[in-house]
């Protein structure tokens, strides 16, 4: 990635103008706010299993309950159009629409995106969706998971019924949400579901999630009668150095964390210096001939996910090796072949989740990503913060005031607004996230919802930072950052 910090500092800017055309909405995630994770037909999925098993997540949190959204969507659209969102970013639980992972769609399933839809259409939102944001059928992890060739053709099969049913109303279909998360966290650290941790499995994970984008691209276009736009969203990293060591740790962690991925979906290949990092891990022979065409295939829209950067030197094997990559410590590597490289802590001020706050790190990963692929758009699909909220009691109701979250995305607007004035092709923002929801292994721990959600009696309290993006949608101007700010 280049350097290419740009204008004051601070990247508090107000009154910077987005044009009509840039989508501005929110985002979530099925597991994450759904609940219901019996009702309707639903088999358990990966998350299910790996949520229920001691140890796994903060407190033994599940996602059985969460945000119950499957049962007060209707609601929670009327929030979403209260805030005048212009898009709405969710994704499709498979299990609850393909039960098990083979066979006929679930009628029952499918009809409660269906109503989802239809109702964000005539609230006038834009509807986005994901077609995978982690929650594999329980039964198809079972016979080898992402590992597993299989799953691919499963996955293609599955969106194939979503497009069949959907597709005359979605506008933009996702096919994968960060599948370096599905692959090198699930597979290789163990911190996400299902918990495994070997290398060669994340590795074959990496290819078979490339090739479930590629084998689902075709059957969207068929079944699609609307025309939509298509996608998938990767969470690039933005590496930095820290010595003389930190350009080889550098282009093994971009080659992991990037390169394996836009090789393949953007370029037609997987580089070469990835697979040769990797050798002692595994031999690459789940990639077969043509594999690499039919991931390679033009996209509408490519999704940014962006939070912070990571800093990167070699390890001298001497001392102990430091590992501040930001990522929960379950014991495995989410770096196969990159264990000598060391990640180290970054500079403050942080988020909730000990992330480094940098917007210029949005603004450098947009540009660069422009100048590699100048022909190709771009979406920033997830971007928010996780801080720990404060609720006020007043006389009229309740309020958050969390002006450290508005103060974040002030910042990160700023910055995707300076990338798109250095000529970056950026077709919309969508905050992460809508409301406050299971945070994966952070259970309920964590909190990134511009609306609160009190768990007990799931009342939704807009927080301040809604607010502001309500202003910022009507105005199509950033408001600035708040007094009170302190990250």
């Given amino acids: 990635m280049s350097d290419v910090i740009q204008g004051s500092p601070d990247y508090r800017d107000a009154g910077l103008e987005f044009p009509p055309g840039f989508l501005i909405g929110s985002a979530t ?19 299910d299993t790996f949520s229920h098993t001691p140890g796994m997540t903060w407190n033994g949190d599940t996602g059985d309950v969460a945000d119950d959204h499957y049962h007060r969507w209707e609601s929670d659209l009327d929030l979403m159009a209260e805030l005048g969102l212009q898009a709405y970013r969710f994704s499709i639980a498979w299990p609850r629409v393909q039960p098990g992972g083979r066979g006929p769609v679930n009628p029952e399933g499918i009809a409660f995106y269906s109503r989802l839809v239809d109702g964000l259409l005539a609230r006038g939102i834009v509807p986005i969706a994901t077609l995978y944001h982690w929650d594999l059928p329980q039964e198809l992890e079972d016979a080898g998971g992402w590992p597993n060739r299989d799953t ?44 495994r941790k070997n290398g060669a499995d994340a590795l074959a994970a990496v290819h078979h999630l490339n090739l479930a984008h590629g084998l689902a691209l075709p059957e969207i276009r068929r079944a699609a009668t609307n025309d939509p736009s298509t996608s998938i969203t990767l969470n690039l990293h933005v590496v930095r150095g820290d010595d003389d060591t ?69 390890w001298d094997g001497a001392t102990p090796r430091v590992n501040a990559d930001g990522h929960k410590d379950m014991g495995g590597s989410p770096w196969p072949g990159s264990e000598n490289v060391e990640f180290l802590p970054q500079a403050g001020p942080f988020t909730d989740m000990g992330w480094n706050i940098a917007p210029d790190g949005l603004e450098e990963l947009l540009v660069s990503l422009h100048e590699r692929y100048p022909d190709q758009p771009l979406m920033i699909t997830e971007n928010g913060a996780a801080f720990p909220d404060r609720v006020e009691r007043t006389a009229t109701g309740a309020r958050v005031p969390d002006a450290d979250r508005v103060d974040y995305l002030n910042r990160h607007f700023t910055a995707a607004r300076r990338a798109m004035d250095r000529g970056v092709d950026l077709r919309g923002y969508q905050v992460w996230s809508l409301m406050d929801n299971f945070e994966w292994g952070y259970g309920y721990s964590k909190r990134f ?24 949608i009507a105005s199509r101007r950033t408001p600035g950052s708040p007094e009170g700010a302190t990250a």
């Fill in 246 to 314: 930190s350009p080889e740790a550098r282009r093994r962690i971009e080659g992991l964390a990037n390169r394996v991925f836009l090789g393949p979906l953007l370029e037609g290949a997987y580089p070469r210096d990835v697979m040769d990092d990797t050798a002692a891990v595994t031999d690459w022979s789940f990639v077969r001939d043509g594999d690499e065409a039919r991931i390679h295939q033009p996209i509408d829209v490519l999704g940014v996910n962006y939070y912070s950067t990571v800093t990167v030197r070699m």
């Fill in 152 to 195: 691919a053709h499963r996955f293609a099969e599955y969106a194939a019924l979503c497009a069949e049913a959907l597709g005359d109303r979605v506008a933009t279909w996702t096919t994968l949400n960060e599948p370096w998360c599905s692959a090198y966290l699930g597979y290789g650290s163990g911190a996400h579901a299902p918990g």
């Fill in 449 to 472: 919802g511009v609306v609160r959600v009190d768990y007990d009696t799931q009342e939704r309290t807009l927080k301040d930072s809604a607010l502001w993006v309500r202003d910022l």
């Fill in 29 to 47: 995630a099925s597991y994450q706010i759904e609940g219901a994770a019996r009702d309707g037909g639903r088999t358990p999925s990966i998350w």
